[in-house]
């Protein structure tokens, strides 16, 4: 069986130019990085802001386990079965992190015959896009300790600078650092740190900018430091959103890459789901609903996670809200949730997935509280028996769920065509009616309430001593009204990684907040969940090299 990264380098790339002139894409509306990569101009994006009324399907996943779910490369294989079926289809997918890629979870370019292409630049270092965030991001930090140092007029609070480093690799040595040590010309010495480059609220905020002026007033209003008085400190008061809408202004615009099969794909932004709000760009997605007849877009981990913070976070931003969601599972994954071991997945299990078929009938009740139709997808192994495979059909009929088979890892977009019909007619027989989980105007505490119990089915929350005091503190400086986003454990509904399946009467915990003043919203930090990442025992790096031609090897 060849690898992800085989089967991608044996197709022959067309010049992305010619895979985007169909959907009215100019040489002169792309700015290129070599042939098959480019970046999308804001001049073209203008000109489609008023079009955008394509029809939006929302990709998500059960409760990630180690047997693996597929969200990726089932979105991809869908837009290209899409595309096959004659509907104008484009992908709006997000750009990987290098802490995965070089670590444990993989990329996020799709496998099999379902990827987006060239893999190895998108999984790599691509257009720069997280070099330049990283740049930006660092780039706050060396200013606010120049301030400091050069006499801090605003009276920072060195104990209270919320503003951290940021590296876009998994580096736990660097989670609590001190800076500033040897001196008084090396700077005011005091306690920092690193967060992944995906988790960093500049991330955050270029993935829900709509242009560069609201991306330069999203950097103006980021909250870095409190005074000596308790009072926050924005960037406009150090005025340098300038310079840093400077260093962003290009890893704003889309990229366009292409499929294997040839569709179109926007891969832009990348923020984790389960510290961030893990969606692509608005710009992309956006974007795409001007030019193609169906945007294929996904949320990070599961729906308890991304696509909630896609419903309730991103969608307000967003010319419209999806019109279908389609949620991955595999037979293999539900096994693991209703108490299979991982070694004894290959074995036939039909109570083992009638147990688990709970986790995902909480999502699919989970997603219809949106106002929004659902359609499951079974991404297919080739161990799953007919008896297993006919016992979940039977469940999401007696939920009432449609539910197809897809195969599109091992046959690209001929394995989901049923799949993509099922979507588009879904689409065409049931009009989305969208409805936030909870609106602006209620207070940080019931949003909290709201996420907690009718997400994920928990009996009630609690807030440390800090988390306490600081939504006072929020209530004082008129934050309340921001929707919250939960950093919580991707492996289960609930903020303990072992609870799986559906559990329920738990509490989940609250430790601190972080406000995200620029991107607009408040992190509810819970459990144990990290910031910056570490890396496994065996990361993935130790298989990956390049030959004396240039060629990468052992990316997956």
């Known amino acids: 069986m060849k690898s992800d990264i085989e089967i991608a380098q044996s197709v022959t790339l067309k010049p ?273 609903l001007g030019l193609a007849d169906y945007t294929v877009t996904e949320a990070g981990f599961g729906a308890d996670l991304g696509a909630e913070k896609f419903l309730d976070i991103k969608v307000p931003q967003l010319p419209k809200a999806p019109d279908a969601i389609v949620i991955v599972a595999t037979i293999r994954a539900l096994k693991m949730h209703g108490g299979l071991a991982k070694a004894d997945l290959a074995m036939e299990d039909c109570q083992a997935l009638k147990r688990g078929f709970a986790n995902l009938e909480r999502h699919v009740a989970n997603m219809r509280q949106y106002g929004v139709p659902v359609v499951v997808a079974i991404n297919e192994f080739a161990a799953d028996t007919q008896a297993e495979i006919a016992t979940l059909k039977e469940l999401c009929q007696a939920i009432d769920v449609p539910v197809e088979l897809a195969s599109v890892w091992a046959n690209g977009a001929e394995g989901g065509l049923e799949l993509a019909q099922t979507v588009v007619d879904v689409i065409e027989q049931h009009q989305a009616h969208y409805k936030r989980l909870y609106q602006d105007t209620q207070s940080i505490e019931e949003k909290i309430a709201a996420i907690v119990s009718r997400i994920y089915g928990g009996s009630n929350y609690q807030l440390s001593a800090k988390a306490k005091q600081q939504l006072k503190q929020f209530q004082a400086f008129g934050w309340d009204h921001l929707p919250v986003c939960m950093a919580k454990t991707q492996y289960s509904f609930s903020d303990n990684p072992s609870l799986l399946g559906a559990p329920t009467d738990f509490e989940v915990t609250i430790r601190e907040f972080v406000p995200k003043t620029g991107a607009g919203f408040l992190v509810a930090l819970t459990g144990d969940v990290m910031t910056m990442p570490g890396l496994p025992k065996r990361p993935a790096a130790l298989d990956m090299d390049v030959t004396e031609q240039g060629v990468a090897v052992g990316l997956f």
């Open 16 to 288: 992305i130019k010619e895979i985007v002139a169909p959907f009215g894409i100019s040489e002169d509306d792309l700015d290129f990085y070599g042939k098959y990569k480019a970046k999308l101009s804001f001049e073209k994006i203008k000109a489609v802001e008023a079009n955008t009324k394509g029809n939006l399907i929302l990709v998500t996943a059960i409760n990630p386990t180690p047997a693996g779910e597929g969200k990726s490369t089932m979105s991809i294989g869908l837009a290209d079965a899409l595309n096959q079926l004659g509907q104008k289809t484009m992908l709006a997918l997000r750009e990987p992190s290098l802490g995965p890629v070089m670590g444990i979870k993989g990329g996020a370019a799709g496998g099999g015959y379902a990827q987006v292409l060239p893999m190895e630049d998108i999984n790599l270092h691509f257009t720069g896009d997280m070099h330049a965030i990283t740049t930006a991001n660092n780039a706050l930090a060396a200013l606010i300790d120049n301030h400091l140092q050069q006499g801090n007029d605003l009276q920072i609070d060195p104990r209270r600078i919320i503003w951290k480093r940021v590296l876009d690799l998994n580096d736990r040595a660097l989670r609590h650092v001190t800076v500033g040590l040897g001196g008084p010309l090396n700077g005011v010495p005091r306690e920092d740190g690193f967060d992944i480059t995906v988790a960093s609220e500049i991330m955050a905020i270029l993935c829900l900018a709509r242009d560069l002026a609201d991306l330069k007033e999203r950097l103006a209003s980021i909250v870095f430091a409190y005074d000596m008085n308790r009072q926050p400190l924005y960037v406009r008061d150090l005025k340098v959103e300038g310079a840093l809408a400077l260093l962003l202004k290009d890893a704003l615009k889309p990229n366009l890459v292409q499929t294997i099969s040839g569709t179109p794909a926007f891969v832009h932004g990348g923020p984790f789901a389960n510290i961030a709000h893990g969606c692509n760009s608005v710009l992309a997605t956006s974007t795409a």
